[in-house]
């Protein structure tokens, strides 16, 4: 390491580190020194032009309020309002414009409102004018079915007097022994007349006791006085009597006779609306 030289030239011997910080500070201290004074130059330079330019806008403020109440003045005189009144009145006008706005506004909203109740209004009139319809349809089935109901009630009790009719002919028929196909009392020559036209015999088997039965009776009826020929026409004359007649040809079925009754019904009904 060289030894360190001043200005003249002579050796210079290094100084302690203590020494070297202040130095250090020292100089620190007098750059700071020196930019603060630079500072304050500055400052002090801005603040007189600061000072100046506020003086030039004093004078402007004071110009434009000469200038000011000169033009109010003018007002005053040309309009015949202060300028009290022109400042009330353009604070009323901008109330006036904003309420204006607002309400404008709510306008709108409403009309937008407006035409959502009406399209719903729309809406609703269709579905009630549909369901009205479907109520008058059902009030027409409803009649239609009601009247069907009164019908074959009316029916169901005209074919209950019939077939309380039709019991009572047939019981006094058979009571007073009436064929009730051909309306002819029924008696062994009749009888006799349907065997011979064609009928079915139908044989129903007898028991032993029956039998005993037939034969005790058959013999009570004959006596001992009876020839072979009395007794060959009873014996006939007991078995028509105890072999049921079966006629199928002219026997009516509970079917045939209720579509019987449906065509006179029929009838009546085309009689009744003629």
Request: hydrophobic content about 30%; overall charge positive; charged content about 45%.
């Amino acid at each position: 390491m060289k030894p360190k030289r001043d200005a003249k030239g002579t050796e210079t011997k290094p100084l302690p580190k203590a020494t070297q910080k202040r130095v250090q500070i020292v100089d620190e201290v007098l750059v700071i020194e020196e930019m603060k004074q630079k500072t304050d130059e500055l400052i002090e330079k801005e603040r007189g032009r600061l000072v100046d330019q506020m003086k030039d806008l004093i004078q402007e403020l004071e110009r434009l309020r000469r200038e000011n109440d000169k033009l109010r003045r003018q007002q005053e005189q040309n309009m015949g309002v202060t300028a009290e009144t022109v400042d009330l009145m353009r604070k009323r006008l901008d109330h006036a414009r904003a309420t204006n706005n607002f309400l404008i506004k709510d306008i709108e909203d409403r009309k937008n409102q407006l035409t959502r109740l009406e399209t719903q209004s729309f809406e609703m009139t269709i579905k009630v004018e549909s369901v009205t319809k479907k109520l008058l349809e059902l009030q027409k089935e409803n009649e239609r079915r009601k009247m069907e109901v009164d019908q074959l009630t009316k029916d169901k009790s005209r074919t209950e007097k019939l077939m309380e009719e039709n019991r009572k002919l047939r019981k006094f028929l058979a009571s007073n022994h009436i064929d009730p196909r051909t309306g002819k009392p029924i008696t062994d020559k009749y009888r006799e007349e349907r065997f011979a036209a064609g009928r079915k015999r139908v044989t129903i088997k007898s028991t032993p006791k029956e039998k005993s039965l037939v034969e005790s009776k058959k013999r009570m009826a004959i006596g001992s006085s009876k020839s072979m020929d009395d007794i060959r026409k009873l014996e006939e004359y007991y078995d028509r009597m105890s072999a049921p007649i079966v006629d199928d040809e002219r026997k009516i079925s509970y079917g045939q006779y209720s579509n019987i009754l449906k065509k006179r019904r029929s009838m009546q009904s085309k009689k009744s609306v003629k």
